[in-house]
């Protein structure tokens, strides 16, 4: 296992499984943000009837399972065996839905599928160098496919190349992985610059409470 797969497997032990239900009794839904029944949902992928999404770094899957159950086709890939276990074992019987153990770019690489909407919750998009990802991205998007992804925006004056530190125990040090942080004209320059259209990229303020660190949201068109 690489360590970057170790590193997930990590972070995925640390996270609470999704809940049951969400505030509206649906047990499936789309959660672009950190914070429980906040924001759009899938909507912004503008997918058509039968449509097919990839979500890069699906976690446990619960995006890439709603939109399996209203009747999308839906390919969910993570370096983590133990993410994908847990979604497979949450939602392995949506028909019209596919997990797969690999890293973005060479999914992308070596995939021939193409697909309506490429997306990412907190996922590769925040953690892949977006040199690499984003031209292999635009390669497997339909015309006029959607890339849309979300993410932490950044903190004032730290930009590019980060490093995000994963806990392991007290006698451990921390895993590392790399992730990728830009202001939102920055991201919309890089996406213009590797060939997307309609871009916009925008911070969603958190709710109503005492946190108040919102979300960066992108949406883009091949």
């Known amino acids: 296992m690489t360590d970057t797969a170790i590193a997930w497997d990590t972070y995925s032990r640390q996270r609470p499984e999704r809940r049951p239900v969400n505030a509206r009794g649906e047990t ?3 959660n672009w943000t950190q914070y429980p029944d906040h924001g759009p949902g899938a909507e912004l992928l ?4 039968g449509g097919r999404a ?5 976690g446990k899957g619960g995006n890439a399972a709603h939109l399996a159950a209203i009747g999308m086709r839906a390919v969910g890939i993570d370096v983590s065996p133990a993410q994908l276990h847990a979604a497979a074992e949450r939602w392995g019987y949506l028909p019209g839905l596919d997990f ?7 999914y992308l690489r070596e ?4 697909f309506d909407a490429v997306y990412s919750v907190y996922g590769a998009v925040w953690f892949t160098d977006p040199a690499r990802l984003l031209p292999v991205v635009r390669e497997r998007l339909r015309p006029g496919g959607r890339l849309v992804f979300s993410q932490r925006p950044p903190v004032e004056g730290c930009y590019g190349c980060q490093a995000s530190y994963i806990p ?3 006698d451990e ?6 992730r990728w942080d830009y202001e939102p004209d920055a991201w919309e320059q890089l996406l213009a610059e590797h060939g ?3 871009v916009r990229a925008m911070v969603l303020p958190a709710p109503s409470g005492p946190r108040t660190v919102g979300t960066l949201i992108v949406q883009a068109r091949a």
Do not use: E
Request: aromatic share 8%; charged share 25%; glycine share 6%.
């Open 100 to 106: 797969r153990q690999v890293d973005a770019v060479s």
């Open 173 to 178: 040090d921390p895993l590392v992985v790399k």
């Open 28 to 30: 499936t839904w789309f």
């Open 54 to 58: 990839l979500d890069l770094g699906c």
């Open 111 to 114: 995939s021939a599928q193409t």
């Open 168 to 170: 392991r125990g007290d």
């Open 46 to 49: 503008r997918l058509p009837p």
């Open 196 to 198: 997307y259209m309609d």
